[in-house]
């Protein structure tokens, strides 16, 4: 089992930053690849951004792209996603998700495991 617990949501007005963080416990992630994804209500969630323990690669979704960034700490086994140049449009829910497929596939999956969520609301 891998339990993951997300801080940092909050409000901000656009055109601002916040960061987001996960922590991760359980398994051994060096097989595990961790990212976001977001839902707005009355909408199906969707995928963020992706990392991989393994190799440190990354995966964006193209509408982040340029203004958010997944990153790590090692040592803390937590994920963070530093989010600039916020819009409205980016007010959602975002879910820390962990599985072992690559990030290049986490589009077109449903990862294994998740955290409660966070909320961030954008204000215009």
């Known amino acids: 089992q891998v339990q993951l617990v997300e801080s940092g949501g909050g409000l901000v007005q656009a055109g601002g930053s916040l960061r987001l963080s996960c922590a991760a416990s359980?398994?051994?992630?060096?097989?595990?690849?961790m990212g976001w994804f977001r839902q707005t209500l009355g909408k199906e969630r969707e995928f963020v951004a992706a990392?991989?323990?393994?190799?440190?690669?990354?995966y964006y979704a193209d509408f982040v792209k340029g203004r958010f960034t997944i990153s790590r700490d090692n040592a803390k086994k937590t994920v963070y996603l530093q989010m600039n140049s916020l819009k409205p449009e980016d007010t959602a829910v975002y879910y820390c998700a962990a599985d072992v497929r690559y990030p290049g596939s986490w589009p077109a999956v449903v990862p294994d495991y998740w955290g409660q969520g966070t909320q961030v609301t954008v204000s215009s």
């Open positions: 359980g398994r051994t992630f060096s097989s595990y690849s």
């Open positions: 990392f991989s323990w393994s190799d440190g690669s990354t």
